[in-house]
């Protein structure tokens, strides 16, 4: 049976993950994950079968180039044995198939040309799997041939969003009948180019015009932006996601992630992300289901002015599992052509 290592390194791709591998038949499945924000603990939370490796650093300058020279040498050396290697274009796992010399595959939906990991994958990767969104044309400029570059419809978020179902205790676990969530800027990400937060600005502007905030910090760096009080609750442990999302009455962050899965279900969803959108949330604004500035006032007038659009769970999850499929499919495909190509 041909053996896949899979790693993951932030909390988006263990769901994502999580939701694949359960899908991937036929082959010996091997799940790394690393201590990274609240990734191990999703997959635990999801009760996923995986074996902590290393940490992935969440900070910038001599600190994470050190990190992540570390874990780099801590998966070329101890990385299970496999055949094919799959990653959200991450790092580590094409750099562990280079040095042994194993195809990979990357998912990635992080168009930002200049980042590091882009470049990378471009010229090891044996495939690209992308969202439609994703503007091709920028990988093939780079040396990526067409007949690498595999789409699927819809964004990664409907990947696992196809298995939702809404856990009905999950009220209980936060202090406020109504709130928004907020998750900072990913300051640390290689892509990002700002070094200050709106974080502060936004949160007093929130509970000054009076809602309730959820307060997500990945690390202690960013757990210091806001401090926790009767309006801001900050939690202990991960908590769901999908289910905060479902339950807010707004998602702000500035990453993408949050706001893509709230846009999803019809939550009113605002991105504060510093710089040029990535393709496939300027996608999403283009169809009016995300909101996207840098300006405190502008985003909490927004937030008052919007009626909820909130989907048919059933809907969704319907129109997500189609395009799992479909992911699911071209993967197999991807797969295939790579032991094909080992075989011969």
Not at 68 to 83: N, Q, Y
Not at 230 to 235: A, L, Q, T
Request: hydrophobic share 40%; proline share 5%; aromatic share 10%.
């Amino acid at each position: 049976m041909a053996s896949l290592w899979i790693d993951v390194i932030s909390p988006s791709e263990a769901l994502f993950f999580n939701s694949l591998t359960r899908d991937l038949d036929g082959y010996d499945v091997t799940l790394t994950a690393a201590e990274s924000a609240e990734t191990t603990s999703l997959l635990e939370l999801k009760g996923a079968k995986y074996r902590k490796f290393g940490s992935h650093p969440t900070t910038r300058g001599i600190t994470r180039q050190f990190g992540v020279m570390s874990r780099s040498l801590e998966c070329i050396l101890g990385a299970p044995r496999f055949d094919v290697s799959l990653s959200f274009d991450n790092f580590y796992a094409i750099l562990t198939s280079v040095a042994r010399r194993r195809p990979t595959i990357s998912i990635d939906d992080n168009d930002k040309t200049e980042k590091m990991n882009l470049q990378f994958s471009l010229r090891n990767s044996s495939f690209i799997i992308l969202p439609e969104a994703f503007p091709k044309s920028k990988l093939t400029k780079l040396g990526m041939r067409e007949d690498q570059l595999l789409e699927f419809p819809g964004y990664k978020e409907d990947i696992y969003l196809a298995d939702f179902a809404p856990d009905p205790l999950f009220p209980g676990k936060v202090p406020f009948q109504h709130y928004v969530v907020l998750r900072p800027e990913a300051l640390f990400a290689s892509y990002v180019d700002e070094n200050r937060s709106i974080v502060p600005d936004l949160a007093a502007s929130l509970v000054k015009s009076g809602f309730k905030v959820v307060f997500l910090p990945r690390d202690e760096h960013e757990k210091a932006l806001l401090k926790p009080s009767e309006d801001v609750f900050v939690p202990e442990k991960a908590l769901s996601g999908l289910d905060l999302c479902w339950h807010a009455d707004a998602v702000l962050t500035g990453s993408g992630t949050l706001a893509r899965e709230a846009a999803l279900l019809g939550v009113t969803a605002v991105s504060f992300f510093p710089g040029t959108m990535l393709a496939v949330d300027q996608d999403l604004v283009s169809r009016n289901k995300m909101y996207h500035s840098r300006d405190p006032a502008s985003i909490v007038r927004h937030i008052m002015n919007q009626k909820q659009r909130r989907q048919s769970l059933s809907s969704v999850k319907e129109k997500s599992a189609s395009i799992r499929s479909c992911l699911l499919s071209r993967l197999n495909w991807a797969i295939e052509s790579c032991l094909d190509g080992g075989r011969s």
